[in-house]
C-alpha cells in the first residue's frame, strides 16, 4: 500500500506527519518505506537520521544538435510544447532546463541532426532508519523539472513494502507526479484561512485524479471551525487531528519526532494507520469481487 502525505500549501506539517506515520506504522512490525518525493526541499532525514547506504546520480535525456546535418526545417521547436527547442533564423537554440524528455524532438528530425544525452538533474539517495526503509531524492541547484527525479526516487521503492510518500506541497505538477497512482492520499491542513483555501484546491486535484484521500487538521484549536464545517458539507472523512501543542513545537525545532519525544502520539499513529487501513479495504475487497 502506497499513502501519499500531500498538503495545499506549504508548513502545514506534512513531512512532520508522513515521518512519523511511517516509523508507527514500522513499529507494527511491518515493513515500510519512508519516500522523500519533496525533491526540491527534503528534510525527512531531519528527524528520521538515516543511515544512506546507496547514492545514485540521476539523469533525464536532453537533445543536443549535429549543426553539420541540421538542415534548420524548425520542426524539432514546432513539436516542443514546452520551448525547449527553438529555431531562430534557421538554427536550433536548445534550453535543457525547460526539457522534458520526451524525445518528440529527435523523432521528427528528419537529417538525424538531433540526439539524446543523459544530464545530469540530482540524486536519490536510499538507506535506513532503524527498521524503516528510507528513499530521498535531492534536485540539483538550479533545476526547474523535478517530475523525472519523482518518478526515480518512487522506482526506488521496494514492492512488497508499505510506503509512506512525502508529497512536495502544492498543487501543481510535482504533485500530481507524486500522488497520481498512490492507493491513498491523506490531506495534512490547518485551521487557518489560508489552510482552507488551500485543502480546497487539494481536494479539487485528487477527486480528479479519481483518488481515495481524507484529511488530517494540524495545530487544532488554534484557528477556527471552518476547515471543520467545509469536511462535513463535502463529507470529506477527517481522520485525526493533532493539537496546537507547544511541546510539539519544541520537539520539532530540535528534529525529535513526536513518537519517541512525546510517546502519547504513538499511539495516535498507529490508530491513523488502522484507520488508512479501514478506507483502503473496501478498494481491495471491491478489485477481488
Known sequence: MRVAIASGKGGTGKTTVSANLAVAWSRLEEKVTYADCDVEEPNGHLFLK???????????????VNFDLC??????????????????????????????SCGGCSLVCEPKAIKEIPRNIGIVETGSAGDLNFVSGKLRIGEAMSPP?????????????????????????????????????????????????DLKLAVEMVRKLNLRYSVLLNR??????????????????LIAEIPDDRKIAESYSRGELLVDALPQYELLFKRLVDSIKMR???????TIR
Open 50 to 64: 538515516p543511515s544512506i547506504e546507496k547514492t545514485e546520480q540521476i539523469g533525464a535525456l536532453v537533445p543536443e
Open 71 to 100: 538542415d534548420g526545417c524548425g520542426k524539432c521547436g514546432e513539436i516542443c510544447n514546452f520551448s525547449a527547442i527553438v529555431v531562430l533564423a534557421g538554427k536550433p537554440l536548445t534550453f535543457p532546463e525547460l526539457c522534458h
Open 220 to 237: 487544532a484549536g488554534s484557528g477556527d471551525d471552518r476547515v471543520h464545517d467545509y469536511c462535513r458539507k463535502e463529507d470529506i472523512d
Open 280 to 286: 483502503f479495504k473496501p478498494i481491495q475487497e471491491e
Open 149 to 197: 527525479l519523482i518518478r526515480e526516487v518512487k522506482r526506488a521503492i521496494p514492492a512488497n513494502e508499505h510506503a509512506v510518500i512525502d508529497a512536495p506541497p502544492g498543487t501543481s505538477c510535482p504533485v500530481v507526479e507524486v500522488v497520481k497512482d498512490s492507493d491513498y492520499v491523506l490531506l495534512v491542513t490547518e485551521p487557518t484561512p489560508f489552510g482552507l483555501n
